[in-house]
């Protein structure tokens, strides 16, 4: 059997394509001349190739589980005004941010507060973040997932329905207090926080202290079953500050009403007197 090796170098685009590795395509004849050109070593020239392919395939990873995670756009953690909820620790949410240990453990957040007090803001700044570290996230009111899973459950597939939500390391629930309380709404909710717990991470944004959580339950065992699922392995977010979009309003309206010329104020303009 002859050991000599054939190689027809006008088929490499082709046999690139076949192995699914568009970078090293795209780039290859370039290093290739500056390879050539600087005398690299073969293992050179194909270590330098197989990282920008692996970097170039992890950033397109990124931005397909970006457009399947449905954050809202804009709200990040450099976006995020710390300073106006000062009872959230910045170090605490960067941590947070990291994944890692809580999401393995199948940890929850949860995040409470007046409306405007930046949940939405800070729940989608970690969603981003944490996309952005190689985790899985879905983002969704609450209300649209529980019509969602209301509809599989008439058509008989609500344990498949929430099987496929497994994917995702973390899901977000924005606003909980939205929630009708019915049987048929929050039965589905509760089997959700149920099939997750100590397996999959979820974090819930509300307007209302466990307290008032009978509002969404339809009878006090499950709201207590509940709320017990969701805190054994917990990180309590506390967000009770002024609302930012009232905050806001209140600033344009003072800086509105600072700059305008009041047309009282405004002496009339007066005219030469014309030289007889």
Known sequence: MSNTLTVDTARLPLLLSELRLPTVARLWPDFAERADREGWPAARLLAALAELEVAERVQRRIQRHLQEARLPPGKTLDSFEFAAVPTLSRAQIVALAAGDSWLEKGTNILAFGPPGSGKTHIAAALGHALVDNGFRVLFTRTTDLV???????????????????????????????????????????????????????????????????DQIFPDKAMTVAAIDRLVHHAVILEMNVESYRRRTALTRAVV?????????????????????
């Open 256 to 276: 509105t009403s600072d700059t305008a010329v009041s047309p009282d104020a405004v002496a009339p303009a007066t005219s030469s007197p014309t030289p007889e």
């Open 147 to 213: 019509q969602r899973l209301q509809a599989a459950r008439q058509d008989l597939s609500l344990a498949s329905a929430i099987d496929k939500l497994d994917k995702y390391d973390l899901l977000i629930l924005d606003d909980l207090s939205y929630v009708h309380k019915s049987q048929a709404e929050t039965s589905v909710l509760f089997e959700l926080i149920s099939t997750r717990y100590e397996r999959r991470s979820l974090m819930i944004t509300a307007n209302q202290p466990f307290g008032a959580w």
